[in-house]
Each structure stands twice: as C-alpha cells, then as structure tokens.
C-alpha cells in the first residue's frame, strides 16, 4: 500500500529562480526503504523536505497517510507532521542539553517551549525513551551531554529521538555523510533493522550510492530536477548511474 504518493512535483525557490524539480512522480509502499541518489544539486534535499512541507511545492500533489499536503492548514500540517520522523546530516541536537532529554524531545513535534516541558513528561514517554535508547546501543549514555558524544552516537541520538514520534514515515537527509565509512555502514543498517522491526517506511537521500545498493531496496535516480531512474535495487545497472551522474562535473 503506499503511504506516501507524489505527482509532477515541483519546486522554485523563488518566482524568477530556476526550477529545481522538473515534474517528478513516485510513490513509496509501506514497506519500502528507499533512496534518492543523484549528484550534488539535483534536488534530493528539496524533494526529501517537500513530503512535509519544509519546502513548498510550487506545482504537483503530495498525498501523505491519505492526506493532501499541500491542502493542508496549519494546524493539520503541524498534526501530520507529528507523524513523520526526520533524521538530519547534522545531527540538529541540542548540544547543551543530555542524551535523554534530546530523545525526549521528539515527543514535543515541531514546536514548544522544551525546557519548561522537560520534567511534565508522561512515565509512559520516559520508558519509550529508555526502550529506544537501549536499541540503539545508548543505554549507557543517557545522562550524558549530547555534545560529549561522538558522531555515530550522536545520530543514534537522533534515530532514537525521530522514534519517539512514533512515525508512519521516516524521511532521512544525508543520515551519514558527517560519518566515516564504518559507522555509516553501522548507521544504515541500524536504520533499516528498527524501520523493519516497527514497518515504517523510509525514504533517504543518500548521495553513497554503495550504501544506497548495501541497505536500501528500491532507488530513485535524480538528475537537475528529473528523475532518470525509479526501480527495485537489483534492477539499477551501470549504464543507469552512468545516466543519473552524467552531468556531474568533478
Ligand atoms: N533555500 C534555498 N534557496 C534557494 N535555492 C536553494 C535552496 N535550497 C537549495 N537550493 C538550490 O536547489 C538546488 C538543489 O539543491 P538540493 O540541496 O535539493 O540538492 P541535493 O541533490 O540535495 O544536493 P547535495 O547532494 O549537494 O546536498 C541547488 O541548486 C541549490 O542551490
């Protein structure tokens, strides 16, 4: 079933900016982790942001959990986007603040004043942090400041974090590209085995396209703002890629 269905999306940044996506169609099923490849500046982080409206379409239709995004009002948009778990390049946590209280933060969607919630937590959100903590291998750290972590345990701190929403999706942006190799390899495959455990979906722009192959079951292909390519993993060739990062100029 699909979760989340895009048609002739796209995106100008500004009236008389260029068009950055062209018109792009996919949809992602409920069990589906799937990647967006493509070279630098095609247009994976503006399509990643769009599927919640970070970015605003400028053409097309993004229906989400049944819901027409674009139509949405502020307060419905705010309601789905609860249901929706992001996880960063960068991390965006609170370096100041503890590993528990960061993860806690989830429960807290897009808006709120954190600090005065922290200790009004339900026992119930307590323990769902304590679980998520455990699984992704944070049992340990969970007073600690999130600054005094390393960067693999920084972005277990945001999948935990992105768990506590509960999420019917996960949207994932460059999760690994401030990791080195092993731990990103550590972090997909994290990633995938909780989104199998709890059948969420996820949809991640990745620009590895190794680890997309390694982790990821289906590809989309962008290039300037079109899709070149929307298959299942094993049907991506060489010839494929060659096409998707023809205009990369390195
Ligand atoms: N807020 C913005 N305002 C104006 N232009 C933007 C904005 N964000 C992105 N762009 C432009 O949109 C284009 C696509 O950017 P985007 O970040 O979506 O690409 P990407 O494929 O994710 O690239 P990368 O792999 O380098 O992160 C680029 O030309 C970029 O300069």
Partial sequence: MAVLTVEGLKVRYSAKGPEILKGIDFEVQDDDFLAIIGPSGAGKSTLIRCVNRLVEPSDGKIVLLGEDVCALRPRALRNLRRNVGMIFQEFNLINRMSVMDNVLSGRLGYTGNMRSLFRAFPQDDIQLALYYLDRVGLSDHIDKRADELSGGQ???????????????????????????????????ALIRDI???????????????????????RIIGLQDGYKKFDGATEQLRDADLDDIYAMEVL
């Fill in 154 to 188: 920084r972005q277990r701190v945001g999948i935990a974090r992105a768990l506590m929403q509960r999420p019917k999706l996960l949207l994932l942006d460059e999760p690994t590209s401030a990791l080195d190799p092993k731990i990103s390899r550590e972090v997909m």
């Fill in 195 to 217: 989104a199998l455990e709890l059948k969420v979906p996820a949809l991640c722009n990745i620009h590895d396209v190794q680890l997309a192959k390694e982790f990821c079951n």
